[in-house]
């Protein structure tokens, strides 16, 4: 196909159930860019060593068995990705390295990088995998995490998490193409919350207090969102503005939703930090996938 883009989409596997969803969803977000798929498996058996002789590598039967078994995994992949969009031209590579690392270093040449939410090495009872969330807070370019195999609703809108941080403003330009792409409406979400014990609330709500908040909160989205509708005229956007957690709040809106964005790190951010807890909560627990925009 015509490339609208150079950069790929580049998708990460291991041979789990979690990397083929990852694929087909990939191949898929590959053909709406109008570029290619980029499929890597991370061959971390080259980096492993004989615990009594740590100079000496694993023999050669040994990688070889892994690269067979890495190559049939490619294949499959490729399949995957072919019945999902045959147009888009689809390209694999072995990388020797552990799965964080080569992700991140391809990172720098794709224009996205998608991983399943668990891999092979997850254990009984996580809900994502170390490579999602390492992926997540350190790649040069925007990340999904895919789970499921569920198939959304056609027509199920993008959500957004907007809280006016730089974080937000990447996160509305990847929410607003990927809505614009798949031809659904956006609900852009804004949340304010203040820690107050039971009597302090009904007294405030009692003064209007909380309806003078909940108005400041509801004319700041509306600035946040200025000049959008404008540059995407296409994209029907609902506003939603409440008094909750962040997180909380975008998980229930991603019950409903084919896709959430957010910020890697929102305003509550601390320095060092590269992935914020929101942005950690939605990779967690999020039921639909989730791109982390940077």
Known sequence: ???????????????????????RWAAAEAHRRRTGLHVVFSDVASLVYLPERPMVALPDSYSAAVQRQ???????????????????????????????????SESQTAQLVVVGSRGLGGFTGLIVGSV??????????????VRGPEIAVADAPVVVGVDGSRGAETALTCAFEAAAMRGVGLRAVHTWYSVVGDETWDSQQAGGGWASVQADEERLLAELLSGWSEKYPDVDVRRFVTRDKPARALLEHAKHAQLVVVGARGRGGFTGLMLGSTSQQLVYHSPCPVIVAR
């Open 1 to 23: 196909m015509n490339n609208r883009n150079d950069k790929p989409v580049v998708v990460g596997i291991d041979g789990s159930s979690s990397a083929v969803h990852a694929v």
């Open 70 to 104: 890495a190559r049939g995994w490619l294949e499959q992949a490729q399949d995957v990705a072919n019945r999902e969009a045959p147009a888009v031209d689809v390209d694999t590579a072995i990388r020797a390295g552990a799965p964080e690392s080569v992700l991140i």
């Open 132 to 145: 999602a969330v390492a992926l997540a807070g350190h790649a040069h370019c925007p990340v999904a995490v």
